[in-house]
């Protein structure tokens, strides 16, 4: 059964695509029920980095700060991960109901700055700070966005009650101390402002029982879960970024769980070509998440690792399997004067 917004986690399973299944793949009869695999180019720059099996990972605030490369690869999965959760929010920016003309928003963790960018160009009344412990960010940018480096763990130079919207995504695997930055975004948030987080979790899910425990992309997203938790920066599950957002203080506070299908395999054409994206993505994707994860905190040896790593990347190109992951997205308000 199809519904209105099949992205939302609220809404039932999510419809297969039958005619999909009737095409031919291109592919030999021994691969006929994988995905063609395809890969995307984009702009990025270099920094400075160490090399570690293959990958280019940023180190000045410490090496395991970031478990993720930062490399060109990385850089573009970034962006292209930006564009598949746009199309998951028809659009949105973001969920939070901000004022139509806030005067200055703060990204955390804010990567390529993709999103940072995009916020100054559709808010010109607004000055958008974007802050990451590695510098890959542009240097050409909208007039009202700039970029500094920082870490969020570190205490906050902002003033008390400076930001109308503080956002984070895809920053969990990062942070050791939610409570601490919870606070500073509270207390840097205007009364009456907003902060969103975002994350994805480690978890696949499927409607029709296809994602099963062995399969070796399912193991090797266990693995990365495995991982995090073993050094206390957990993946969120639902409920995760509300009570974040609550034991912080925030009221009004929401949150909505999208639904990210691996593969074009739904019938929803957002949810199809967001599918489609989601495997480019994951040609690094895997990796990024799992190598120095794998190889540092579980250490397990690098090479079994890009083995494992290249059996989860054909495991999700299998036509047969309707797996999907969540993204959970939660906002709340810092309470003013008529609370
Ligand atoms: C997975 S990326 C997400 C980037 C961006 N938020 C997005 O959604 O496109 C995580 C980013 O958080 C940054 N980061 C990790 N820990 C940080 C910290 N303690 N302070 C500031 N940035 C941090 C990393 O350098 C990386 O660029």
Redesign the pocket.
């Known amino acids: 059964m199809s519904t209105s917004t099949p992205h939302l986690a609220s809404s039932g399973a999510i419809e297969i695509d039958s005619d999909f299944h009737q095409q031919d793949s291109g592919l030999s009869s021994d691969d006929s029920s994988l995905y063609l695999s395809s890969t995307q180019s984009l702009a990025s720059s270099i920094h400075q980095h160490i090399f570690e099996n293959g990958r280019r990972y ?1 180190t000045y ?1 410490g090496p395991d ?2 478990l ?1 490369p ?1 490399d060109e690869a990385e850089q573009d999965r ?2 292209l ?2 564009e598949i ?1 746009l199309r998951l929010r028809d659009g949105r920016l973001c969920d939070a109901p901000i004022a139509t003309n806030p005067h200055r928003i703060l ?6 700055g ?2 940072a960018i995009d916020m100054a160009d559709k808010y010109p009344s607004a000055e958008v700070l974007g ?4 510098p ?1 960010q542009p240097s050409w940018v909208p007039p009202n966005c700039r970029f500094e480096m ?5 205490e906050w130079t902002h003033q008390a009650g400076t930001f109308d919207l503080i956002h ?4 969990a ?3 050791s101390n939610w409570p601490k930055v919870m606070a500073e975004m509270y207390r840097c948030t205007k009364p009456g402002g907003w902060v969103e987080l ?1 994350e994805f979790g480690a978890e696949l899910f499927s409607d029709d029982g296809t994602v099963k425990p062995d399969s070796p992309l399912n193991v090797a997203v266990q693995l990365t879960k495995k991982a995090m938790a073993a050094i206390d920066r957990p993946f969120p599950v639902a409920g995760t970024l509300k009570k974040r957002l609550e034991d912080a203080g925030f009221v009004d506070v929401h949150e909505r769980i999208y639904r990210q299908p691996i593969g074009p395999w739904p019938k929803d054409p957002v949810l199809k070509h967001t599918g489609a994206m989601a495997l480019v993505m994951l040609e690094t994707g895997i990796e990024a998440y799992s190598l120095a994860a794998w190889t540092r905190i579980l250490k397990m040896d690098p090479e079994d690792s890009k083995g494992k790593i290249k059996a989860s990347l054909k495991a999700a190109l299998d036509k047969r399997v309707h797996s999907y992951n969540h993204f959970y997205v939660a906002y709340g308000r810092r309470p003013d004067e008529q609370d």
């Open positions: 940023h605030y700060k970031n993720l930062t970034l962006d991960h930006n959760i990204d955390i963790g804010t990567g390529t993709i999103w802050i990451d412990i590695s890959i920082d870490d969020v763990e570190l984070a995504r895809n920053i695997p990062s942070i975002s």
